[in-house]
Every structure is written in C-alpha cells, then in structure tokens.
C-alpha cells in the first residue's frame, strides 16, 4: 500500500437543497455534524497522503482548516470554484474537467460525508480490496450494492425470464449490482483518460444496504443520525 499515492477526495458543495446544512449541522454527537464524523473516520485510515475536502461552502472550509490543524495534518481543505459547486453543475464535467486535473499523480479515495456508516475499517478493507484487485487486471473500484430481487421495467422482468420460470427462487436470479456513490477508486491519470470516474474494468466491493445507506432527504438525515448515536452509545466503532 505505501507504494501508492491514495488521496482522499470529499466533495461538499454549498446550497443543500433538500436537507439545509447538511454538510455541517449538528448530527448525532458531532457538534461539526456528517463533515466532523466523516474526517474523524477518514484520519483513522492509514495510507492516505492527503484527505482533501473540495467545498464552496466557507463554514466546510473553516471547519476543514480547524480540523487540520487539531486532528490530522493530512485534512486540506480546497476552495473550490462557484462554477463547480451548484446544483445545476454538470457532474460529468466536474469530473473531466475539475477533479481529474486535482493532481497529475496518485489515485483518488473518493468519498462522501453523506455516506456516515462506511467507516475506517471499512474504508481500510477498500483500499485493501483495490490493491487485490489490480493483481487481478482490474483499473478502478466502485462500490456497489447486490439487488437478486424481482426487478422489472415498464416492459416486464429485467433479471428472469418467467418463460423459463414464472417464479424463480430469489437465490437463482440473476444479480444486479447499483452503484451506491460509497468510494471510487482510480488514478487520475485514468480519470482524465476515461473522463469519467469509473475505469474500463471496475472492481466490484459490495457494501450491504445497512452500511451504503447515505442522506438526500430529511427522513434519511435523523434515521441515520438515529442509528448513529446508538452506535456510539453502545461504543461500537465508527
């Protein structure tokens, strides 16, 4: 592991529109809210160079700074231009365009403050799990998320064919995996190549739904804070 550059990238724009502050309102027992919780982690993943928050946001930044200086030498809080931090921003030019020209070396840990319950030791397996596999010829990681359910679309089934079997064992479906946005891993040398934060042959790291479980709503923000102050109650890791 000490013979890649890992950069931990976390995007944490300004302006939430669904759940206002977000970023860094309180949440469960951090007074700097999803931000302090996901540096904490972060800071306890070992072979991390540099864990760069990229923000709009002035409140981000500050509390970046303040945590650089108090908890992890490595935080470094990146002022990122308007243009790139609005909703209407187009995702696959921040991408091209912005975060794959960050650093000309090193691979991104791209992750997201939204995501509270991917912990360090999770994001340590990750990275062990990449390592693994470019042994195995594979260029990137996404995590994903397992769906062997009855999926259809408005044509019919998209994973059986109930020619075959009406009503196959759930077990014999064929698996789909969705991208839950947890971590991205790639160089950013791939990441101009591609323009796009996936490479040509992704490593699969399944996260189960209880941990991939992020924020984008109200509802989502206090269930999750919910499950977070029992974990810390009961004194499990985060």
Known sequence: MADEDYIGFIPARAGSERVVGKNTRPFARFEKGLLELKLRQMAKVTGLSRIVVSSNDDEVLSISADFARTLDSRIQPLERPDEWGSSATSMGLFISDYI???FDQGTIVWTHVTSPLITAAVYQDIIGAYEAGKRDGFDSLI???KLQKFIWNREGPVNYDPAVERWPRSQDLEPLFEINHGVYMMPFALMRERQDRIGHKPKFYE???????DIDWPEQFTHLEHLVVERVVKGEAL
């Not at 996260?207 to 479980?213: G, R």
């Open 207 to 213: 996260l189960p739904e209880t941990i991939a479980m």
């Open 100 to 102: 794959a020209h960050l």
């Open 143 to 145: 995590t994903v998320t």
